[in-house]
């Protein structure tokens, strides 16, 4: 923000001799300001600040010190001193003694010191004052310009008044037409505080179709439709930056996995998962491997999930992993590999009724029915699953009847 302060220009000009005319000056007054300016636009400043104090140092009517204010302005802004300009225009635009066009010019120059003084409630209260006065004087020769909206929007942006910041911004952009890309980041940045996720959408959507080359308009937009709960908007936004190679970040990858998930299409989230861990775009840590499991296995890409989380258990043989591949087993009948899953999550959990139960079921398909009834009779004692243990004893009960 303080470089787009930095970037506008002061739009201060020596006074005009004609407008001295146009009020009373002292005709000795009228000629010394003539001398004074010529040397000034010799950039003979030495010898125009010596004028001036002579000059300051007379009895003056208060025309006339205004004016002598304005020209001692003007020279310390020649010479890059912009608090004691603004000193002198504050004090020329105090006495009030010039006709009114000249004031209003005096407070507008007033106003675009401050900011750039870094006085920022002075510098909003005084532009805000300075566009009242020329919206109420109304003349053709005096306009508020897109410029002018621009440093109220950042003035207030330095205060946090981000209310405030939104209107005059739009009205800028509004007025400038093409506006530069920094005006927009400015209201892109109001919404953004004030979580108008929707204005914040609408001008993003306008910032990617003009800069598409910026990724971070493509992100920020994603994420300003999350934000508005348009969750489908945004994961068509990152999938088509996707798309378009403009990811550079694992965050990014990840991001676009999660909204598949959250979308319920898995498939799609365990393709970009792989793809980008197979370009070494997202590192293969367990974390990682853990998330496209869970993609591969929510898309019934179940024997794609189980190698997933064989190459997890080597790394990390823990209960939850060895537990999921039990029942990834059981739903591929891959009954001997789901004794072997089973021995070791219980080794870990004893107490894991649960999978007693599908031990059972293992056994009951190899037909070991005495090993099965052990195990069903142990799933019984525990309350969660004595209603299953009950039913398959049951069943093998049957099975011992017909045969």
Partial sequence: MNNMLRCLALLVCLVPMAQA???????????????????MANDDYPQAQRLLERLAARDLNPSAEAY????????????????????????????????????????????????????????VLSLERWM????????????????????????????????????PAR????????????????????????????????????????????????????????SDGRTSKALAT????????????????LWLVQLFLAEGVPDRAAVVLETAMAQGQVPRSLRHE??????????????????????????????????????????????????ARIEKAMALNPDAADLLILSGIADAHHERYDSA????RRAREHEATRGQAEAWLNYLEQVAERA
Avoid: C
């Avoid at 993609?295 to 190459?311: K, N, S, V």
């Avoid at 258990?313 to 009948?333: C, E, S």
């Fill in 290 to 339: 853990r998330l496209l499991g869970q993609a591969q296995i929510q898309a019934r890409r179940y024997q794609d999930g189980r190698e997933t989380l064989e190459r997890i258990a080597r790394r990390k043989p823990d209960y939850a992993t060895w537990r999921q591949l039990a029942y990834l087993d059981l739903h591929l009948k891959q009954w001997t590999a789901l004794k």
């Fill in 21 to 39: 005319n146009t009020v009373a000056l002292p005709p000795v007054v009228l000629a010394q300001l003539n001398v004074i300016q010529r040397a």
């Fill in 68 to 123: 002598v204010l304005q020209f001692q302005g003007n020279l310390a802004l020649a010479q890059a001193n912009e608090a004691q300009a603004l000193g002198h225009f504050a004090r020329a635009h105090a006495l009030a003694a010039l006709p009114p066009a000249d004031q209003r010019r005096l407070l507008h120059t007033v106003a675009q010191l401050q900011l750039h003084q870094a006085r920022w409630a002075d510098g």
């Fill in 171 to 226: 009205t800028a952009i509004r007025l400038k037409g093409q506006a530069p890309e920094d005006w927009y980041r400015l209201q892109l940045a109001a919404h953004i505080h004030l979580e108008q996720w929707s204005e914040a959408s609408g001008l993003l959507e306008h910032l990617v179709n003009r800069f598409p080359e910026q990724n971070l308009y493509w992100e920020q937009l994603a994420s300003a439709y999350q």
């Fill in 373 to 376: 009834r052990v195990t069903f």
């Fill in 132 to 167: 009242a006065e020329v919206r109420a004087a109304n003349t053709e020769a005096e306009s508020i310009r897109p410029e002018d909206y621009l440093m109220l929007a950042q003035g207030q942006s330095q205060l946090e008044r981000w209310l405030q910041v939104v209107e």
């Fill in 238 to 253: 990152l999938r088509s930056a996707w798309l378009a190679g403009r990811f550079s970040r694992e965050s990014q990858y």
